[in-house]
């Protein structure tokens, strides 16, 4: 089955299309995951911290979403350690069928840009001649500024591994306009002119319910601009950032859908992990309280969004 149909079946089960972003933002998670901590001192001893908080998330949240997002960066900055925390954490979710949306922006030319779709979607050679999955993610975010030969061995991995990409196409912050609005000679816009390559690619690699594996990122926050990328991209589908804590709503994320009801998987991360609750609350609460906080907040963005778009797509499969 199609990377993305396996995406779409868990939106299905689950009536949500949202996906809750794994950003373990260590000076916000609760102070109970930072008592009894062997080597508080050590990196290890923050990286236990991470682990333990998402495997709480992810056994507090997998029946009721069809995926999580982990932000590698919020891993990376503690080395070695951090990106084992990752790791095993993608595993983690696997394990309890989740898809997983691995958030790394990876871009680069040739070998490098090779290097890095086989590390994070495709496989990866030892030193007898085996070859082993090593990350192993469902989908992964790239950024295509480097040009369409940057893309080319993300497309390839996917093709070869049955998986996914986003690729960067209108973004959700403030400033993207200062280089996604720019127009180009040909009369579209930077984000246009991605657009029209990502859907070339996703012709390619469609599943049974019509849609591509070839996705993109298209913010929340520009619901007009949205609107405009659906119709240049209509087999690709969306991951969608911007919602809640960034300033979008139920609303502004209809564009990014079909009439179907799919087409888009809309992320929250901050409004889920930590939005709901104070600073102190956060430092004062048992583990049962915060976790039952973050199932509360899970259970509300799928309430807002699917009643939203149940209200104007009528012809809605789930």
Known sequence: MNIVDNLIENIIKTKNPSVIGLDPDV??????????IARPEKLDGICEVIYKFNCDIIDTVYDIVPAVKPQIAFYEKYGS???????KTVSYAKSKGLIVIEDAKRNDI??????????????????????????DADFLTVSPYLGVDSIVPFIDACRNNNKGIFVLVKTSNAL?????????????????????????????QKGKYGYSAIGAVVGATYPVEAKTLRKIM????????GYGVQGADAEDILPCFKCDGLGA????????????????ERNSCT??????????????MQSNIYSMLRKNHKEMIY
């Open 176 to 204: 993207s306009g200062v280089i996604q609005d720019v127009v180009a000679e040909n009369g579209f816009t930077i984000s246009q002119n991605i657009a029209r390559y990502v859907s070339e690619q996703s012709e390619q």
């Open 265 to 280: 998987i809309v992320n929250s991360s901050r409004g889920v992990l930590f939005a709901h609750m104070t600073d102190d």
């Open 234 to 241: 209509p087999f690709s589908f969306f991951l969608v950032p």
């Open 27 to 36: 000076r916000k998670i609760p102070q109970c995951y930072k008592a009894n």
């Open 110 to 135: 040739g070998n490098t840009a090779e290097a890095y779709a086989n590390g994070h979607l495709g496989k990866v050679e030892l030193l007898d001649g085996s070859v082993i999955s090593a990350i």
């Open 287 to 300: 583990h049962e309280e915060y976790l039952s906080n973050v199932r509360t907040a899970c259970l509300k």
């Open 81 to 87: 350690c951090g990106f084992m925390a990752f790791e």
